[in-house]
């Protein structure tokens, strides 16, 4: 994807979601300044399914986390993960 559709889609699921992290629930922040993105609860495209696990960057696997949870979840399943974050367990 160019850049202006990583911005659009990013916006749309920013949107779709009503700028909540798809994991934890929390508002995020969507910018595109470096310095911002760096934030803990900056938007940022997950893959629910890892490429690391055969998973693809077609839109249906993506959803906007913020960057804490994206960075956190390491290697458990999106479903698993997002009800730990709730503390649904």
């Given amino acids: ?3 202006r559709a990583v911005r659009y889609f990013r ?3 920013f949107w779709q979601q009503q700028g ?3 994991y934890c629930g929390e508002h ?3 910018t595109y300044r470096p310095y911002d993105a760096a934030r ?3 938007a940022t495209l997950e893959h629910l399914q ?3 696990d055969g998973g693809t960057g077609h ?3 993506l959803a906007m986390a913020c960057k804490h949870c994206n960075n956190t979840r390491g290697g458990r399943d999106w479903l698993s ?3 730990w974050r709730r503390k649904e367990f």
């Fill in 59 to 61: 839109p249906s696997n």
């Fill in 28 to 30: 995020v922040v969507l």
């Fill in 40 to 42: 803990p609860y900056a």
């Fill in 11 to 13: 916006w749309l699921l």
């Fill in 1 to 3: 994807m160019d850049t």
């Fill in 20 to 22: 909540r992290c798809c």
């Fill in 81 to 83: 993960y997002a009800s």
């Fill in 50 to 52: 890892r490429r690391a």
